[in-house]
């Protein structure tokens, strides 16, 4: 086989076509965002993760070409991203196809293309299928279409490509098997081969899974808050049964997974999806409580202006730069409704100014702050807790012992 062409050099897509070049496969990253590629030619990468570093230096070593230009080549990987249509909640398959196109456009014949963005169970049949034969290719011959969802968690990513198990989706036994040796060079974890639609819906599925697990837990907040019971405490003794596993409660879930992959499934499944439906309802609405959670602790110590208010995290989990879907950003939006925005906010890995009241050190975000809402579990917040001993502190992530009161989620 030819240079792996890896086609979007995202959060998925970069430490991807690393791994690869890191392991003896030539590579060529591309992104159309010339910026981006200007910047990992010019040797600097553009997010922080751990072992991210030592793994562009390896890629580097390796010769890995980073460009805006799709490779005339015989296998691809496609890692750009899958939103969902606000109104209808179905797939947003916009990326995934242009992408699809411009590598029809570039490919050898019988080339392998990869499709390792999330998508929702039938995208590759009805989105991707159709260009193939629109362009006059016959697919399983000319052309060979696979689905290799990924799982990593940002903040693990370098590791839990190494280690995760993976799902391979192909309608071709063999071209399943060659996709297979392709990640065999750095995935030591089980890779499971399977159909392309099977491989679609069980990415979805794994995502709407924890949302629903982590919906559960949110509501049992709510019951716990109104009844005086430490829902941490009850999640604890219940998790001691040997077979339930309730995930942590939080102030909502974002990133790009578990909130905006069970969507897929509410716009495809209307009739059937109650609990997932639900479940996207409960964990969406979670800034509200907290929003509500705060208007109560503020009015209980009687601070009457926002800017004593302070929102410790941005991001939306602990010790990554991504913001994307963030809990702390939907609170901000409601605030903003209310036509509230002195609250002041601070996140050790967001270093541009992204909100108002931004602040970038937490020595000054803490300075006249009465209030501290910890948001997000950096490991900066765990150790420098003391920081917090005289302030108010309501702790949405159950991480905090200091505080001269603490109040949790
Ligand atoms: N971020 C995660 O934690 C995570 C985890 C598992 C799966 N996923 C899935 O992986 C996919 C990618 O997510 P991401 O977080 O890496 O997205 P991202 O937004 O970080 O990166 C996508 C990249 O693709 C580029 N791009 C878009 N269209 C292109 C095109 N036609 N040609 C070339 N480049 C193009 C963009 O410029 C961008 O740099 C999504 O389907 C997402 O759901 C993400």
């Known amino acids: 086989m030819g240079v792996l062409n890896v086609i979007g050099l995202g959060y998925i897509g970069l430490p991807t076509a690393m791994m690869f070049a890191a392991n003896g496969i030539e590579v060529v990253g591309t992104d159309y965002n010339k910026k981006l590629v200007d ?73 392998i293309i990869v499709i390792e963005s999330t998508v929702s169970p039938g995208t590759i049949e009805k989105f991707v299928k159709p260009i193939v034969m629109a362009k ?66 069980s990415k979805v599925v794994e995502n709407t899974f924890r949302d629903i697990n982590i919906a559960f837990a949110n509501e049992l907040t709510k019951m716990c808050h109104k009844e005086s019971i430490d829902v941490y405490e009850l999640i604890r003794i219940a998790n001691k049964h040997p077979r339930v596993n309730i ?95 002195n609250v002041k906010v601070y996140d050790p890995w967001i270093k541009a100014d992204k909100v108002k009241n931004q602040y970038h050190d937490m020595e000054s975000f803490l300075e006249g702050t009465e209030l501290v809402v910890v948001l997000v579990g950096h490991d900066e917040i765990k150790e420098k807790q003391e920081f917090l001993s005289e302030k108010i502190v309501y702790d949405t992530r159950n991480i905090i012992e200091f505080g001269k009161v603490i109040y949790k989620l």
């Open 39 to 111: 910047t990992l030619n010019s040797g600097k990468l553009t997010f922080e993760e751990d072992g991210l570093e030592e793994l562009f230096n390896k890629a580097v070593a390796e010769k890995i070409k980073f460009t805006t230009e799709y490779i005339k080549t015989d296998r691809y990987i496609i890692t750009v991203p899958t939103p969902y249509l606000s109104d209808s909640k179905k797939i947003d398959a916009v990326y995934v196809v242009k992408a699809v196109e411009n590598v029809l456009d570039n490919c050898e014949k019988g080339a």
């Open 136 to 201: 006059g290719f016959t697919l399983g011959k000319d052309i060979h279409i696979a689905h290799a969802p990924e799982r990593i968690i940002p903040g693990r990513m370098v590791y839990e490509l190494a280690n995760n198990s993976r799902t391979i989706g192909a309608d071709e036994k063999e071209v399943g098997e060659e996709i297979k040796s392709w990640y065999e060079s750095f995935c030591m974890g089980e890779i499971v081969l399977t159909d392309i639609k099977t491989a679609e819906l």
């Open 247 to 341: 995930l942590q409660p939080g102030p909502g879930v974002g990133g790009h997974c578990i909130s905006v992959d069970p969507w897929f499934l509410v716009g495809d499944y209307p009739d059937i999806v109650n609990v997932v439906l639900g479940a996207r309802e409960v964990n969406d609405a979670m800034p509200h409580y907290v929003f509500d959670r705060i208007h109560e602790i503020m009015r209980e110590h009687n601070i009457k202006d926002f800017s004593k208010v302070g929102l410790y995290g941005l991001t939306y989990k602990e010790n990554v730069d991504d913001t994307r879907e963030s809990p702390t950003i939907q609170l901000l939006e409601i605030m903003d409704k209310y036509n509230i925005d």
